[in-house]
């Protein structure tokens, strides 16, 4: 299944991205904020029964980025936005995040059934905290979660319903 943005496509995940996602996870600052490589590389060359794995591509077919829907809890409708990630710097702060994550959202809702996503970033992240607070109506901190450049930051949760973004809710 492909979903078709306004300025970006995603796709599904295949092993021939695996190049461009170790590459991706040589840049120190991408691995500050993505963590290390090993949930990624492993999932993509060995899908676990319980994610749904997109590849994000602009219009013109350049691969920029991944994201990875994971924990998906049929029974519970509930999943998380594991993995959001724009690989190439020269596409970071231009607002394709904010639309890779309304396409998979609108995939979790439409296409996965779920009732309610989540997503989950450190304080340090600030696209990411730009990007999930504009989109998700509601916030909760996990205090002290994450030690990063030798201190402790919260790690910041963010969740959504499927009548919430349905009605297009936005935080206040």
Known sequence: MILE???IRLRPATRDDLAAYTRWYTDDEFRKYMGPPGDAL???QSPPS???QFSVELKDSRL???IFITDIRTAHRQCELGLVAIGERDCWDKGYGS???RLALSFCFRELNMHQVHVETAE???RALRCYGAIF??????RQWV???GRFWDEIYFDVTEEEFAAGERPS
């Open 5 to 7: 943005g306004e300025h």
């Open 42 to 44: 492993d999932a993509l």
């Open 50 to 52: 319980d994610q749904v």
């Open 64 to 66: 920029i980025g991944f």
């Open 99 to 101: 639309e890779i994550v």
């Open 124 to 126: 340090f992240n600030e």
């Open 137 to 142: 109506p509601h916030e909760q901190r996990h």
């Open 147 to 149: 030690w990063e450049d």
